[in-house]
């Protein structure tokens, strides 16, 4: 297979983790918290299953995106094992968070879920450049989450 092959399988992959991961965070939808505190960072694992790792701080956040940024040049292995090295996120609870899946290394996916007045919110879009991704997620950490939700529809 080529290059461009397993991209797409991986691309195909990552997609159907990101809707298996979030469905897998959606526990208790109660609650209705307007500011960004307590965001904590998650990941997952070889096994598909979502490891949580505590609160960040905005500066330990963007730490995070450089690091798994830097893991995609040259990265291999099997799918669990890339996987496990691509896709992560930032969140308040189960049901408001955006999740990240490392494409390249300058090639991102974004999802945006929260509830909605009369549905789950749910967006995701494809950007270029990892200083893009940096401001996406200095706004979470920065903005209210409503706020937020204004400003990640603007994005293209």
């Not at 809707?19 to 965070?25: G, H, P």
Request: glycine share 6%; net charge neutral.
């Amino acid at each position: 297979s080529t290059w461009f092959d397993d991209k797409m399988k991986f691309s195909a992959i990552v997609g159907a983790l990101m809707l298996v991961a979030s469905c897998a965070r959606q526990q208790d939808p109660a609650g209705t918290k307007s500011t960004m505190t307590n965001i904590t960072h998650y990941s997952i694992d070889t096994s598909f299953k979502t490891v949580e790792h505590g609160a960040v701080t905005k500066k330990q956040a963007l730490q995070t995106v450089d690091k798994y940024s830097a893991m995609q040049v040259g990265l291999k292995g099997s799918a669990e094992e890339v996987v496990s090295k691509s896709l992560f996120g930032f969140s308040l609870d189960e049901h408001r968070f955006i999740e990240i899946a490392t494409e390249t290394d300058s090639r991102f996916r974004v999802k945006l879920e929260m509830p909605g007045k009369w549905r789950l919110y749910q967006k995701e879009i494809t950007i270029e450049g990892l200083t893009r991704l940096h401001d996406i997620v200095e706004h979470f950490f920065t903005m209210s989450l409503d706020d937020f939700k204004v400003y990640f529809d603007g994005l293209r």
